[in-house]
């Protein structure tokens, strides 16, 4: 075979010049399974799953001083004589999850702009219903442990985990019209922002005014540079990692800084779609001008303006959203996982104040949600301020409490907040994992029993043939 037209099947087939055949096609082959199962929204939920049951056998495991040594490995960094150091669970807890903060914030920010959060009449119901489904557990947990000991965990059954729940809900398949899963997710992001406001303010320590005005200057920094027009996502890191450690040094969880900023992210795009064709069709007349084959330094400028275009019609919102969603969902949750849900169970260690803090978290995840949904959706449509959607009743809406019960990411986050005690935390953690893995259930079986399934197009057309039939 010629040189020429090797080259030519490489390029028809889009394979790089240096790749060896029969592993690239092993590659291809191994890749398709993947993306199918990256694709799928429930995979996070399930992976998170399987790490969690990973961290519960390994910390009850002949082996579980080694996870506790694993997470209290120290981590820092040290310049003459200056050393910064925390342990590993705190890097992952402190450092890691401000990245999934930043995506929550960057999923609120698009929420609001151009989601179900975007008109008032569309976002009264979730905003109701969310609100309905953080107060209700709040306060079943406050009435179970309410003494002053334990009270600190009342925000722990407020949360939403929104990867198990899209998990639960696309098991059911067809029996979830997709409005359930448009009210589901604007429920979530409502969740996670009420979630956000609550450590900002009770679950930070005494504030220090000066790490305040680092982190505010920081944010200003990020405003200026929007205003002069820079679009390089790498040059935001320095004063985004400078708007962190104020917050660190104020006494404010830094995961609110990867919110804030988030919020702060440009949700418009520079160019329009007519932009880019017109752009398009500039840069294919300019290389029809050079002629085939065209000098690489001839074709970079051209290229450099096409792919400017390309990145530069989509939003700073949505391509953040798109780069660091796979990494949140596959990498930094399911590390967070492994390094939170990791509950020895001895039951010694579950006294009266422990059993207390696990009953508030379950009772107020597994009941308070369902009931505090389904309650304020009723008082909503009731009033008139919001409205079911078409094709969403009284069924729906009790799946739709009962799968936000699963609150696992967010909850086991604020629970490491909320206790500093040893056997406390880690009857919080349990009564987390209990309710999540009860609401799954739950959920799912009222799913299939009350929730029928939609007919495809396929059915709907021979159920419609058939009614003809006995018609005629």
């Given at each position: 075979m010629s040189t020429t037209k090797r080259e030519q099947r490489r390029v028809r087939r889009r394979v790089p010049p240096e790749?060896?055949?029969?592993?690239?096609?092993?590659?291809?082959?191994?890749?398709?399974?993947?993306?199918?199962?990256?694709?799928?929204?429930?995979?996070s939920g399930m992976l998170l799953v399987a790490v969690a049951i990973v961290a519960v056998v390994w910390a009850n495991s002949p082996w579980r001083e080694a996870y506790v040594a694993l997470w209290d490995t120290p981590v820092g960094l040290r310049v003459g004589s200056f050393t910064f150091e925390r342990s590993l669970q705190w890097f992952v807890n402190d450092v890691l999850m401000v990245v999934?903060?930043?995506?929550?914030?960057?999923?609120?920010?698009r929420e609001i702009h151009e989601g179900e959060l975007s008109e008032w009449r569309r976002a009264a119901l979730p905003v109701?219903?969310?609100?309905?489904?953080?107060?209700?557990?709040?306060?079943?947990?406050?009435?179970?442990?309410?003494?002053?000991?334990?009270?600190?965990?009342?925000?722990?059954?407020?949360?939403?985990?929104?990867?198990?729940?899209?998990?639960?809900?696309?098991?059911?398949?067809?029996?979830?019209?997709?409005?359930?899963?448009?009210?589901?997710?604007?429920?979530?992001?409502?969740?996670?922002?009420?979630?956000?406001?609550?450590?900002?303010?009770?679950?930070?320590?005494?504030?220090?005014?000066?790490?305040?005005?680092?982190a505010l200057a920081s944010l200003g920094a990020i405003v200026v540079m929007q205003r002069a027009g820079v679009r390089a996502s790498l040059a935001y890191v320095p004063p985004a990692a400078v708007a962190w450690a104020g917050t660190y040094a104020a006494g404010v969880h830094p995961t609110v800084a990867g919110v804030v900023v988030g919020l702060?992210?440009?949700?418009?795009?520079?160019?329009?779609?007519?932009?880019?064709?017109?752009?398009?069709?500039?840069?294919?007349?300019?290389?029809?001008?050079?002629?085939?084959?065209?000098?690489?330094?001839?074709?970079?400028?051209?290229?450099?303006?096409?792919?400017?275009?390309?990145?530069?019609?989509?939003?700073?919102?949505?391509?953040?959203?798109?780069?660091?969603?796979?990494?949140v969902a596959y990498g930094v949750m399911p590390v967070f996982a492994l390094a939170n849900a990791g509950v020895a169970i001895d039951p010694g260690d579950f006294g009266g104040a422990a059993v207390r803090v696990a009953a508030g978290i379950a009772v107020g995840l597994a009941v308070g949600k369902p009931v505090g949904v389904a309650l304020a959706c009723a008082l909503a449509t009731k009033v008139?301020?919001?409205?079911?959607?078409?094709?969403?009743?009284?069924?729906?809406?009790?799946?739709l409490g009962t799968v936000a019960g699963v609150?696992?990411?967010?909850?086991?986050?604020?629970?490491?907040l909320a206790f500093t005690d040893a056997h406390l935390l880690a009857a919080a953690k349990l009564g987390v994992l209990g309710a999540s893995?009860?609401?799954?259930?739950?959920?799912?079986?009222?799913?299939?029993?009350?929730?029928?399934?939609?007919?495809?197009?396929?059915?709907?057309?021979?159920?419609?043939?058939?009614?003809q039939s006995t018609d005629a």
């Open positions: 790749a060896w055949g029969p592993l690239q096609a092993l590659a291809r082959r191994a890749r398709g399974p993947l993306d199918r199962f990256l694709e799928i929204e429930a995979a999934f903060f930043f995506v929550v914030g960057l999923e609120i920010r109701i219903a969310a609100m309905g489904g953080m107060v209700v557990p709040a306060l079943i947990y406050v009435a179970i442990a309410g003494a002053p000991s334990t009270v600190s965990g009342w925000g722990v059954p407020m949360a939403t985990d929104i990867a198990f729940a899209v998990g639960i809900l696309s098991i059911l398949g067809t029996r979830v019209p997709p409005a359930l899963r448009v009210l589901l997710l604007a429920l979530a992001v409502i969740d996670d922002l009420g979630a956000i406001l609550v450590i900002a303010v009770f679950y930070s320590g005494g504030v220090v005014w000066a790490g305040i005005g680092v702060m992210t440009p949700v418009q795009a520079w160019l329009r779609p007519s932009d880019l064709r017109r752009e398009a069709s500039r840069v294919l007349d300019r290389l029809r001008t050079l002629g085939f084959p065209a000098a690489p330094q001839d074709l970079a400028a051209p290229v450099h303006d096409l792919m400017h275009a390309v990145v530069e019609v989509r939003s700073p919102v949505a391509r953040h959203v798109e780069a660091l969603h796979p990494w008139g301020v919001g409205r079911l959607p078409a094709g969403i009743g009284a069924p729906e809406v009790l799946v609150g696992f990411t967010m909850s086991l986050f604020i629970a490491q893995v009860v609401a799954a259930l739950v959920g799912l079986g009222l799913g299939w029993a009350m929730l029928a399934p939609m007919p495809t197009a396929g059915a709907a057309l021979t159920a419609n043939e058939a009614e």
